[in-house]
């Protein structure tokens, strides 16, 4: 339950004020906007751009754009309150996790299919492509409670902020400077952009104070190289494909056990097999004599990820003492910690309290699990308090063919977004109109 700091009427007729501003066909218009803008990790220089220049435009606020490493860039803008109060951060990241080009074919599925597409396509209310949704939708979302705070000449005693930043996406991407793995949001903090608090969007209509970090690990499985021509059973071949088989089944068996043992507060650290690599499909008939296997498990935010390396490492000699046929070596290749920031902390109180006005009920002491990774872990690790808010995810009942799973991530119906709008503005109002003293220990 959120503790009982309620509203003044002021701060409630703020609110109401803003509410009425909200609009769902501005909202609509920039998020088609920015959706039709490519911008992939690594590559959100334009977006950026556009999305500064929509700040500027539209309400004369300060605004910049923050260059980073080649085409990658963030974003930054600030409404200054008259002092003596909190600065609070409104974040989300830009980038897409896909390419939207022939390079995703045929990863992404049997079909290319509207969320999946570089290019923005509206059918009423509903917004379609690349990343439409998750990131672009909650940018945009972002963007418009910034707006409607504006405009409604709210008495801010601390600065509103909003950022947005290129490298949010679970990814690396080698020839873009290695963008991903939130390190557009550590160019943000580094350069100006630290707040008191932040507010990250992200699918999922709860509050979350916690979020897991990740661990990708790599698998070399190893065999000797083979001939198609040659009898089975040959002295000196040793396959690396088929023990990797085993290898994989022993993976799909433990991960789940990984799982239970690590899950605590909100968080379930799942882990997932996500990628397979052996020879050469040019020369069928040479076997490799390696067989390499991907797999990211997800780090609770009271683990490490040197405590989640050593888990692996402890069930991977296990299984070679199993199987004394195997040989193969393993690595822990990228990682983020797990980030925690604690229940009392004004900043998750305040947006509890808005999700209850908002949704018009109590939050329930066991919200669903969260397993997936954002910049938000980073931001608490680093020692922001910070809290997630979101809406109902994945929308439902689409006028368009979506990929299965989560696709894309690019099918919004615009509606469902204003009420975490409101939640978040709710936020907003409560923490940037007090005292200093009064949201800061």
């Known amino acids: 339950m959120t503790n009982q700091t309620s509203l003044s009427v002021e701060q409630q007729q703020y609110f109401d004020a803003a509410r009425l501003l909200l609009d769902k066909d501005k909202l609509k218009s920039l998020l088609f906007r920015l959706t039709d803008i490519h911008s992939p990790t690594g590559s959100t220089q334009a977006a ?90 909650m940018v945009a979302t972002l963007a418009e409670v910034f707006r409607c705070v504006s405009e409604a000449n709210i008495p801010l005693l601390g600065d509103l902020s909003l950022g947005f930043a290129d490298g949010g996406m679970p990814v690396t991407i080698p020839q873009r400077g290695n963008a991903g793995m939130s390190n557009g949001i550590l160019h943000l903090l580094n350069r100006g952009g630290s707040p008191d608090f932040c507010i990250i969007m992200k699918p999922w209509n709860w509050v979350y104070h916690e979020e897991p970090g990740m661990a990708w690990f790599k698998v070399t499985v190893w065999g000797s190289l083979g001939y198609a021509g040659v009898p089975r059973g040959t002295p000196g071949f040793r396959s690396s494909i088929v023990p990797a088989a085993r290898v994989i089944l022993a993976l799909e068996d433990w991960l789940p056990l990984y799982t239970e043992q690590n899950t605590s507060g909100v968080v379930r650290p799942d882990g997932w097999i996500s990628a397979l690599r052996s020879g050469w499909p040019e020369r069928p008939a040479f076997p490799s004599a390696a067989t390499e296997i991907f797999f990211d498990v997800r780090v609770n935010p009271r683990t490490s990820p040197a405590e989640v390396a050593s888990q692996v490492d402890t069930f991977l000699r296990g299984l070679m003492t199993a199987d004394p046929d195997l040989e193969m070596e393993w690595e822990m290749y990228g990682s983020t910690p797990g980030g925690s920031t604690p229940e009392d902390n004004w900043i998750v109180q305040s947006a509890r309290r808005a999700w209850e006005q908002i949704e018009g009920r109590a939050y329930p002491e066991s919200p669903d699990l969260l397993g997936g990774q954002t910049d938000g872990s980073l931001l608490r690790a680093l020692g922001v308090p910070t809290v997630r808010m979101g809406w109902p995810w994945p929308a439902e009942g689409a006028p368009e063919d979506v990929a299965e799973g989560l696709g894309g991530m690019g099918a919004t119906y615009v509606p469902d977004l204003l009420p975490c709008a409101e939640k978040i503005l709710l936020a907003v109002i409560d923490t940037c109109t007090r005292p200093r003293t009064e949201v800061l220990p």
Not at 52 to 73: F, I, N, Q, Y
Not at 88 to 116: C, F, M, N, R
């Open 48 to 137: 950026c751009e556009m999305l500064v220049e929509h700040m500027r435009d539209t309400l004369g606020v300060g605004a910049k754009v923050m260059p980073m490493a080649g085409d990658s860039a963030a974003g930054y803008a600030r409404l200054k309150g008259a002092g003596g109060g909190a600065n609070l951060l409104l974040y989300a990241p830009i980038d897409t996790h896909l390419e939207g080009d022939e390079s995703d074919l045929p990863w992404v599925g049997q079909k290319v299919t509207a969320d999946l597409l570089p290019e923005a396509k509206m059918i009423d209310d509903w917004v379609f492509g690349l990343g439409s949704s998750n990131p672009k939708a």
